[in-house]
Protein backbone atom coordinates (compact mmCIF):
# COMPACT_ATOMS: atom_id res chain seq x y z
CA UNK A 1 0.00 0.00 0.00
CA UNK A 2 2.63 2.46 -1.31
CA UNK A 3 1.47 5.72 -1.00
CA UNK A 4 3.55 7.45 -4.03
CA UNK A 5 5.29 4.78 -6.35
CA UNK A 6 7.72 5.76 -9.02
CA UNK A 7 8.86 3.28 -12.33
CA UNK A 8 11.26 2.34 -12.62
CA UNK A 9 13.40 2.73 -9.77
CA UNK A 10 16.44 2.66 -11.71
CA UNK A 11 16.68 3.98 -15.94
CA UNK A 12 20.07 3.79 -17.48
CA UNK A 13 20.21 4.78 -21.08
CA UNK A 14 21.82 6.27 -24.13
CA UNK A 15 22.33 10.09 -25.22
CA UNK A 16 19.48 10.87 -27.57
CA UNK A 17 16.97 8.67 -26.14
CA UNK A 18 13.68 9.28 -25.04
CA UNK A 19 12.23 7.56 -21.75
CA UNK A 20 9.35 8.01 -19.47
CA UNK A 21 9.13 7.99 -15.73
CA UNK A 22 5.83 6.80 -14.14
CA UNK A 23 4.22 8.05 -10.89
CA UNK A 24 1.26 6.88 -9.18
CA UNK A 25 -0.48 8.28 -5.52
CA UNK A 26 -3.34 6.38 -3.61
CA UNK A 27 -3.68 9.24 -1.50
CA UNK A 28 -6.12 10.79 -3.35
CA UNK A 29 -4.18 14.17 -3.80
CA UNK A 30 -5.39 16.65 -5.78
CA UNK A 31 -1.42 18.41 -6.46
CA UNK A 32 1.17 16.62 -7.18
CA UNK A 33 4.92 17.40 -8.55
CA UNK A 34 8.06 16.46 -10.43
CA UNK A 35 11.52 17.61 -8.75
CA UNK A 36 15.28 16.85 -9.82
CA UNK A 37 18.11 16.00 -7.51
CA UNK A 38 21.31 16.76 -8.92
CA UNK A 39 24.85 14.68 -7.78
CA UNK A 40 25.28 17.38 -4.93
CA UNK A 41 21.83 16.55 -3.38
CA UNK A 42 20.09 19.95 -4.51
CA UNK A 43 16.67 19.43 -4.65
CA UNK A 44 14.55 21.77 -7.55
CA UNK A 45 10.97 21.70 -8.34
CA UNK A 46 10.43 21.03 -12.22
CA UNK A 47 6.66 20.87 -12.41
CA UNK A 48 3.48 21.16 -10.84
CA UNK A 49 0.10 19.63 -11.68
CA UNK A 50 -3.29 20.38 -9.60
CA UNK A 51 -6.02 18.38 -11.38
CA UNK A 52 -4.45 17.40 -13.99
CA UNK A 53 -3.83 21.22 -15.00
CA UNK A 54 -0.25 22.43 -15.75
CA UNK A 55 -0.32 25.05 -12.39
CA UNK A 56 4.16 25.43 -12.16
CA UNK A 57 6.62 25.05 -14.84
CA UNK A 58 9.78 25.65 -13.77
CA UNK A 59 12.80 26.69 -16.37
CA UNK A 60 12.65 23.06 -17.53
CA UNK A 61 13.83 21.87 -21.15
CA UNK A 62 10.96 21.35 -23.42
CA UNK A 63 12.44 18.10 -23.87
CA UNK A 64 10.78 17.22 -20.73
CA UNK A 65 7.24 16.82 -21.05
CA UNK A 66 5.02 15.46 -17.87
CA UNK A 67 1.88 13.98 -18.56
CA UNK A 68 -1.34 13.89 -15.93
CA UNK A 69 -3.81 11.53 -17.40
CA UNK A 70 -5.63 11.22 -13.83
CA UNK A 71 -5.80 12.94 -10.41
CA UNK A 72 -3.36 9.91 -9.13
CA UNK A 73 -1.12 9.95 -12.38
CA UNK A 74 1.66 11.95 -13.17
CA UNK A 75 4.44 11.21 -15.84
CA UNK A 76 7.62 12.25 -16.72
CA UNK A 77 8.69 12.01 -20.72
CA UNK A 78 12.18 13.17 -21.53
CA UNK A 79 12.71 13.55 -25.34
CA UNK A 80 16.90 12.88 -26.69
CA UNK A 81 18.53 12.35 -23.09
CA UNK A 82 21.59 14.36 -22.60
CA UNK A 83 24.12 13.57 -20.12
CA UNK A 84 22.96 16.44 -17.87
CA UNK A 85 20.14 14.99 -17.46
CA UNK A 86 21.08 12.33 -15.35
CA UNK A 87 19.66 12.78 -11.96
CA UNK A 88 17.48 11.31 -9.14
CA UNK A 89 13.52 12.15 -10.38
CA UNK A 90 11.54 12.64 -7.30
CA UNK A 91 7.24 13.07 -7.92
CA UNK A 92 5.58 13.72 -5.32
CA UNK A 93 1.93 14.48 -3.82
CA UNK A 94 0.74 17.44 -1.59
CA UNK A 95 -3.05 17.18 0.51
CA UNK A 96 -4.89 20.12 -0.10
CA UNK A 97 -5.68 21.20 3.13
CA UNK A 98 -3.43 22.50 6.36
CA UNK A 99 -0.86 21.26 6.92
CA UNK A 100 -0.17 21.07 3.34
CA UNK A 101 2.25 17.97 4.09
CA UNK A 102 3.75 16.74 0.94
CA UNK A 103 4.62 13.41 0.36
CA UNK A 104 7.87 11.42 -1.96
CA UNK A 105 7.53 8.73 -4.29
CA UNK A 106 11.46 6.81 -3.57
CA UNK A 107 12.71 8.44 -6.75
CA UNK A 108 13.95 7.24 -9.97
CA UNK A 109 17.38 7.10 -10.44
CA UNK A 110 18.49 8.09 -14.45
CA UNK A 111 21.98 7.85 -15.73
CA UNK A 112 22.34 8.58 -19.11
CA UNK A 113 25.35 7.57 -21.09
CA UNK B 1 12.48 33.92 -5.42
CA UNK B 2 13.11 31.96 -1.77
CA UNK B 3 17.14 31.38 -0.61
CA UNK B 4 17.44 28.43 1.66
CA UNK B 5 20.68 27.76 3.53
CA UNK B 6 21.97 24.95 5.47
CA UNK B 7 25.18 23.88 6.47
CA UNK B 8 26.40 20.89 4.58
CA UNK B 9 27.94 18.99 7.36
CA UNK B 10 27.34 18.66 11.14
CA UNK B 11 28.82 15.26 13.20
CA UNK B 12 28.08 14.45 16.40
CA UNK B 13 28.62 11.51 18.87
CA UNK B 14 25.89 9.09 19.45
CA UNK B 15 23.79 10.05 22.53
CA UNK B 16 24.31 13.78 21.65
CA UNK B 17 21.73 16.33 20.55
CA UNK B 18 22.11 17.39 16.76
CA UNK B 19 21.31 21.35 16.04
CA UNK B 20 20.57 21.33 12.08
CA UNK B 21 19.94 25.65 11.08
CA UNK B 22 18.44 26.80 8.21
CA UNK B 23 18.38 30.24 6.80
CA UNK B 24 15.55 31.53 4.27
CA UNK B 25 14.77 35.02 2.83
CA UNK B 26 10.44 34.97 2.19
CA UNK B 27 9.02 36.13 4.82
CA UNK B 28 5.86 35.44 3.93
CA UNK B 29 7.00 31.43 4.47
CA UNK B 30 3.58 30.09 5.93
CA UNK B 31 4.73 26.12 6.40
CA UNK B 32 8.19 24.82 7.24
CA UNK B 33 9.00 21.59 6.78
CA UNK B 34 11.82 19.27 7.39
CA UNK B 35 12.71 15.93 5.71
CA UNK B 36 15.00 13.15 6.20
CA UNK B 37 16.53 11.56 3.20
CA UNK B 38 18.59 8.13 4.25
CA UNK B 39 21.32 6.83 1.71
CA UNK B 40 19.49 5.53 -1.88
CA UNK B 41 15.97 6.94 -0.45
CA UNK B 42 13.27 9.32 -1.02
CA UNK B 43 12.38 11.80 1.32
CA UNK B 44 10.38 11.44 4.49
CA UNK B 45 8.51 14.29 6.53
CA UNK B 46 9.94 14.48 9.46
CA UNK B 47 7.69 17.38 11.36
CA UNK B 48 6.58 20.96 10.49
CA UNK B 49 6.05 23.78 11.62
CA UNK B 50 3.53 26.97 11.21
CA UNK B 51 4.64 30.53 10.88
CA UNK B 52 2.47 31.67 13.25
CA UNK B 53 4.58 29.42 16.24
CA UNK B 54 7.56 29.68 18.12
CA UNK B 55 8.11 25.95 18.76
CA UNK B 56 7.09 22.47 18.07
CA UNK B 57 8.23 19.41 19.97
CA UNK B 58 7.72 16.06 18.21
CA UNK B 59 9.19 13.38 20.82
CA UNK B 60 12.40 13.35 20.22
CA UNK B 61 12.39 16.76 17.73
CA UNK B 62 12.00 19.89 18.45
CA UNK B 63 11.80 22.83 15.62
CA UNK B 64 12.12 26.35 16.49
CA UNK B 65 11.36 29.09 14.61
CA UNK B 66 12.69 32.72 14.83
CA UNK B 67 10.27 34.97 12.46
CA UNK B 68 12.54 37.88 12.86
CA UNK B 69 15.45 36.47 11.91
CA UNK B 70 14.29 34.26 9.14
CA UNK B 71 15.99 31.31 11.24
CA UNK B 72 14.68 27.73 11.75
CA UNK B 73 16.15 24.61 13.65
CA UNK B 74 15.95 21.40 14.20
CA UNK B 75 17.11 19.81 17.14
CA UNK B 76 17.23 15.75 17.94
CA UNK B 77 17.58 14.69 21.07
CA UNK B 78 19.51 11.77 22.25
CA UNK B 79 20.74 10.71 18.60
CA UNK B 80 21.58 7.37 17.35
CA UNK B 81 23.05 6.01 14.76
CA UNK B 82 19.97 5.51 12.63
CA UNK B 83 19.42 9.32 12.24
CA UNK B 84 22.38 9.53 10.10
CA UNK B 85 20.97 11.44 7.26
CA UNK B 86 20.86 14.28 4.66
CA UNK B 87 18.40 16.51 6.35
CA UNK B 88 16.44 19.10 4.61
CA UNK B 89 14.65 22.40 5.37
CA UNK B 90 11.80 23.60 2.74
CA UNK B 91 9.63 26.52 3.47
CA UNK B 92 6.38 26.96 1.70
CA UNK B 93 4.62 29.56 0.87
CA UNK B 94 1.06 29.15 0.66
CA UNK B 95 -0.80 26.18 0.23
CA UNK B 96 -0.15 23.82 -2.32
CA UNK B 97 3.05 25.79 -3.36
CA UNK B 98 6.49 23.86 -4.56
CA UNK B 99 8.81 23.50 -1.78
CA UNK B 100 12.28 25.68 -1.46
CA UNK B 101 15.02 23.09 -0.23
CA UNK B 102 18.15 23.97 1.31
CA UNK B 103 21.08 21.90 -0.21
CA UNK B 104 20.60 19.68 2.78
CA UNK B 105 22.74 19.16 6.01
CA UNK B 106 24.62 15.82 5.95
CA UNK B 107 24.47 14.32 9.82
CA UNK B 108 26.99 11.54 11.20
CA UNK B 109 26.81 10.22 13.82
CA UNK B 110 29.49 8.86 15.48
CA UNK B 111 28.73 5.74 17.59
Known amino acids: DTAVSQTPKYLVTQMGNDKSIKCEQNLGHDTMYWYKQDSKKFLKIMFSYNNKELIINETVPNRFSPKSPDKAHLNLHINSLELGDSAVYFC????????????FGPGTRLTVT | GEDVEQSLFLSVREGDSSVINCTYT??????LYWYKQEPGAGLQLLTYIFSNMDMKQDQRLTVLLNKKDKHLSLRIADTQTGDSAIYFC???????????FGKGTRLSVIA
Open chain 1, 92 to 103: ASSTGHHPYEQY
Open chain 2, 26 to 31: DSSSTY
Open chain 2, 90 to 100: APRMTGNTPLV
